[in-house]
């Protein structure tokens, strides 16, 4: 028995370390900031896409043996390969990986030595990076390690002396559709579309402690899962409560990572703000290294090693420098309207896959989800061009829609009607679609 709470506790810890990336930490705070008094049902809208689906994630993936490629096949073999080189693509040189170096210029290096060149400060990043990458050396492991414990205890810090001693007052900011915005801001974490990429890594640990069984392996991550659930949520809903305690002390202008940088302050003084900036800073190249070798790695496999690692290691760097440059609030906010539309999609197949012993005609998942596709990528298109008329009036009218989630009713409606028309016998669309991705990966 002792062996087993061993377990979940270790393999708890390494699910929290899998999602709690240090550029996270610019989320919560924001968006306390933005809701003021309304902080609580914040809170539950931002755990549940930040935390909670990151994990149903995990358990969805179980069913597939950890192998996101296979739950994604069940729509089509083309699809799979184009949505998992999406979710790399994102979670990589896209926007995660800039993400971590723009967060680690703006807040570990820039309060220390403001007349910094942003070039400069990149360029330093990625030469160590990419050292690391190109040479993998047990000293990163190490310090990642170290510094997620590191890490959590500052942050735990922060929180419950900010908690017991606020640093301001908290008022109405009439902020408007908090649950809903919540919801939205949760997919910035990007958690759940790492989640199904990473499962495997969660399963194979799983495994390596001696369970075997598929009702073992489930009730293991689940409880580990317990684990890394409270975690999660202290420090998130710690930190938007301490950003909901701002508007009284900084200005409105104030940016996503000079928020986490001043509340540090004024919690713990100039030590805090030193020792937060050194462990975020830190604990960012870990996740920028494990992301680009990730990436490389999934690429070279996909062109059947006729693209070295080492050349794709190259380019995933060149890409991240380069979008990394234009700052943390513009990532941010290019990182919107992809996430908009990637995440119906993953969130569908997740659930999907979760009913699976329901589900068994793979042609409800592919209406299913094709029409989570198709009104997601409307959605993203009327925010950025509200002007399309015929695209504007479609979606006013579909319930939800003014929240963000114009996808789910649609979705829904595709669902049910599909069920109705093909019933639920069994059938495959890619019988050889296992194969065709073991050839890949």
Partial sequence: ????????????????????????LIFPPTLGRAVGS??????????????????????????????????????????????????ILAIGPMLAIPRTAATTFELSLQPFFPNMNPFVAVLLFFLINLAFVLKPNSIIDNIGKFLTPVLLIMLSLIIIKGIVCPIGEIYNTNYTNVFSNSLLEGYQTMDAMASVIFASIIISSVKSKGYK????????????????????????????????????????DTSR?????????????????????ISVGLACLTTSIGL???????????????????????????????????????????????LQILYPVVIILIVINLLENF????????????????????????SLVPSIAFISTLLNSIPLSNLGFAWFIPSLIAFFISCIAFGNKEHSISQNLGQNFKEVS
Wanted: with cysteine; glycine share 10%; hydrophobic share 50%.
């Fill in 359 to 382: 589900i068994k005609n793979n042609k409800i998942i592919a209406i299913t989800v094709y029409t989570a596709l198709i009104f997601s990528i409307l959605s993203t298109v009327n």
């Fill in 213 to 252: 069984t598929s009702s073992e392996i489930a009730r293991v991550t689940v409880a580990s899962s317990i684990v890394a659930v409270i975690g999660l949520s202290f420090i998130y809903g710690g930190l938007l409560y301490l950003g909901a305690q701002t508007n009284s002390i900084l200005p409105g």
């Fill in 257 to 277: 990572t000079r928020l986490v940088s001043d509340i540090s302050k004024y919690v713990l003084g100039n030590f805090g703000t030193i020792a937060l900036s």
């Fill in 1 to 24: 028995m002792k062996s087993k709470v061993k377990d979940y506790f270790v393999i708890g810890f390494a699910l929290f370390a899998m999602f709690f990336g240090a550029g996270n």
């Fill in 38 to 87: 309304k902080y609580l049902p914040s809170i539950l809208g931002f755990l549940a896409t930040g935390v909670g689906l990151p994990l149903m994630g995990i358990l969805s993936c179980i069913k597939s043996n950890g192998d996101f490629t296979s739950m994604a096949g069940k729509v089509g073999k083309d699809f799979s390969l184009i949505i998992t080189s999406a979710l």
């Fill in 292 to 338: 680009t070798s990730t990436g490389a790695d999934f690429f070279t496999k996909l062109s059947k090693g006729k693209i070295s690692y080492t050349v794709n290691v190259v380019i995933i760097t060149i890409i991240s420098m380069i979008i990394s440059l234009k700052g943390v609030d513009i990532i941010v906010s290019l990182a919107s309207p992809i």
